[in-house]
């Protein structure tokens, strides 16, 4: 019995030993799993990842447009920045910068210089590019063309408060516009031109122009404008691919008319805003070859304004329909066109033997009804007409597509026309904050152009938000940042202490 029970006692720490290696080996395995689970997240994570601006007012989220252009990008593009530390926008900048990076997949890369400390880095890259500007700015290079973009490009600033001490104040940061635009000259190379037509007392391009701020917006998109003089050629330069008509107020003459059609028989492109007021036969009569009819009346809404009163009004609210390509990504967007605003009549059927495409892009809210007789004041009779209103919908946008396909993927040369049955809606005393017309525009312009890639909503301007608070306001913010703030911990603490104590 006594040699048994040796036997047993030598076994168990063996059993144990045994158990506490299995034990020690398991542990070991999870440890290098869970490091191994970590790395291959933490790797996944890095290459694959999203980044989202929570901000107010998305001061460094690029916009649709902005990322559409970078994934058109074939080469590398080297960014050389040139910002003084002390600059009111350095930090803007760089996040900025860092937004582009990741939104180019790659294409980008970024070298800062501080001029101040890395003298001689800096004066290796001024030579190299011939920078002659003391001012804070960076050097975009792409396929051995190079631009700079300054710091008051990208950025409106406030130095009013400099003479009571203050710093420098940032009104409005635009550098991804800046940027954007510096990229497309640099990657398209040569301009696009746009013909704009003169003769009929439309806007002018020079000088005091009412469309200012659209001639910016395009120009931003590596295009160019070239005034254009039916009077003065013989046929539409070949060098313009598309031509814009904005609000002749007089008729074109036969000869033009027929420059007019042989610029479109050869695949021409043009934009065409027309103002109801003006009296355009022939110019009409063209449109009605291509199964567009603009109608001799005026888009009007009766709008409550009380409990038994009503207003009229001529502005025509209108959204954007998401069928072709240009308003795809305006879809359902709501915009203003100002000033008088006739109805257009499509009939695709009448012109589908010519391969002519049509395809409605806007289209008056419900309750617009089309006057005849816009010029009566007679309130009585105005609502009468507005009661008969069928309520179909009202197109006052069009696009006209001869040849080609009807397939986006499908490249194929056309006749292309956009038209729009107010010319009011771009002038700078019509534009809003919001730039709904101007993303439409410019969504129409690369259309015309074959820049499909282009078509989407354009970087905005990020504003710092300002406020202002009267006497009475100023009051009330006493009382609560006095009172109530300290009162409502105390009442919270009072609540606690009592229900302890009972």
Known sequence: METVTIVEETKQPTRKKIRRLQIGLNVLVQVVLVLFLAAMVNSIAFKHYRRW????????????????????????VRITVFFSPNTPITVDVQNLLTEFQYAAKGKIDIENIDPERNLSRAKEVVDKYKVVSDESLLVIDYAGRNKTVKASEMADVDQSGMAFGEGPRVTAFKGEQAITSAMMDLVEGKKNTLGYVLGHKEPPLAGNTPISVLKTFIENENIKFQELNLFDVGAIPSELKAIVIDGPQYDFSDREMKLLRDFWEKQGRILLLLDPAAKTPKLNAFLNELGVKANDDRLMVFLRTGIQEVALTRDVQAHFLGGSPITKRLAEVRALFFGGTSSLTLEPERVRAANIRLEPLIQAEKGYFAEKDYNSNDQAK??????????????????????????????????????????????DNALTQDQQALDFISGS?????????????????????TFSLNEDALRDLRWIILVLLPLVPAVIGGAVWWRRRA
């Open 53 to 76: 601006d929570s901000s107010r007012d998305k001061k460094y989220a690029l916009s649709d447009k902005t990322k559409r252009f970078l994934n058109t990008i074939k080469g590398k």
């Open 382 to 427: 105005l609502q009468a007409d507005a009661k008969r209103n069928p309520g179909t919908a009202l197109t006052i946008g069009v696009s006209i597509e001869k040849g080609g396909s009807a397939d986006e993927r499908v490249q194929v040369n056309s006749a292309r026309m956009v038209v729009v049955s107010n010319a009011t809606f771009l002038q």
């Open 445 to 465: 312009v690369n259309w015309l152009l074959s820049r499909e890639q282009l078509i989407g909503i354009a970087p905005k301007v990020p504003k710092t938000l």
